[in-house]
């Protein structure tokens, strides 16, 4: 396979859209479901993409800022006025860029500041192993995305689902939803996008019982190798700086490409 391709500008913003279309895709797809919290609303500023629920205030996933580059920077204070019109704090996730002097002035201009790191990281779609992970991978479609979503939510710990946020997964073509058994127990659960040649490894939980059988690792080296089968010329994801999903994703061959800068709009 041919040596990956160094981190550039160019790839930042393609990995960037891989993660952000995931977003999309689940987000519009849940905008007006009668089970969907209350308000959720998808906007687009420019080449940016804004999701807000005012119903769900602190969820950092609803209410939050992606693929804002410099260009874009004079669309700030618009981005401003909505949240602020919907009375919510939004978050700003932002990848590296030339001239990103001129953004984060912006930024600052309208009272956010930054509060956190993000990883991004990629790899070609290599064959991972599991290690000494005690769980079997399947990957599910109709009946058996519920219980696919029932572990992910579990897995995060969310006592009060919204149901209507996960109504759609089964449908959405270009998704590959994973579930990890462990002595035949729903123990984790895990999401794949395909597009632009990406696999993105997106959204994954272990339900706390399980954690530290290799439930994620077993995941991640399912995902990859589905990428691969579908044909995928990267697979590519993100984690909390220095996490143990971090570690995960680097164990299964998959480097940094860069750090991202959280911001949010101060109290």
Known sequence: ???????TERLARRLERAGTSFLVEWLEGAVGHPQSPPGLEVRRFG???????????????L????????????????????????????????????DF?????????????????LTMLYGHPRAAGTGNSRAV????????????????????????PDRGLHAHWAEVTNWRLFLARVDGEPAAAAALRLGDGIGYLATASTL???RGLGCQTALVA????????????????QALLGSASQRNLERAGLRVAFTKAVWRVRA
């Open 1 to 7: 396979m041919d040596e990956l391709e160094p981190t």
């Open 47 to 61: 080449g940016a993409v804004g999701f807000a629920c005012p119903s769900r205030p602190e969820l950092d996933f």
């Open 63 to 98: 209410n939050r800022v992606h693929d804002l580059w410099p260009e874009d920077a004079a669309r700030v204070p618009e981005i401003a006025r909505f949240y602020a019109d919907v009375r919510v704090r939004a978050w700003f996730e932002l990848a590296p860029s030339p």
């Open 101 to 117: 002097e001129r953004l984060a002035a912006a930024l600052d201009a309208v009272g956010a500041r930054q509060i956190g790191f």
């Open 137 to 160: 991978v399947e990957e599910v479609g109709g009946a058996g995305v519920e219980t696919m979503v029932a572990a992910l939510l579990r897995g995060y710990e969310v006592r009060a």
């Open 208 to 210: 706390p019982r399980f």
């Open 222 to 237: 399912g995902r990859i190798e589905a990428a691969s089968a579908a044909g995928c010329e990267l697979v590519a994801s």
